[in-house]
């Protein structure tokens, strides 16, 4: 199993457990007297629910650059990046006829 399918589960597996914490919150506002650190329970699953949750956010991102990366011109043989704009030399963007 990879790492970014293990951190795909963990946040699902989070954001079930942030879900149970706000439900306890909700049940626990009804309840006249009852303790206030159930309010920050959901503080728990949801701090690495925002790890997770970012890190799942930029793996597409740092997919496309590490295929781009790996990604040679045929021509020169260096690399070029197939979206965006690229400075380096023998990259599609930057070709001009002559
Ligand atoms: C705290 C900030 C959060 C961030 C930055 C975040 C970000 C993300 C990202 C980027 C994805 C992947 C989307 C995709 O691949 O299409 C995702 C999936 C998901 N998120 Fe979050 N999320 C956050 C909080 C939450 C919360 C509060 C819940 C629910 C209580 C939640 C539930 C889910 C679920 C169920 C998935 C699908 C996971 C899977 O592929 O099985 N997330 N989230």
């Not at 589960?9 to 914490?21: C, D, I, N």
């Not at 959901?42 to 793996?59: H, M, V």
Request: glycine fraction near 10%; avoid cysteine.
């Amino acid at each position: 199993m990879s790492f970014s399918h293990r951190m795909r589960q963990w946040h699902r597996v989070l954001s079930l457990a942030f879900t149970l914490a706000v439900v306890a919150n909700l049940g626990a506002m009804m309840i006249p007297g009852s303790p206030q650190w159930i309010g920050f329970l959901a503080l728990a699953p949801l701090l690495p629910l925002l790890a997770t949750g970012i890190y799942l956010f930029i793996l597409p991102h740092r997919r496309r650059g590490l295929a781009a990366r790996e990604t040679k011109d045929p021509m020169t043989q260096e690399g070029f990046q197939t979206t965006g704009r690229s400075k380096r030399r023998g990259a599609i963007g930057s070709r001009r006829p002559g």
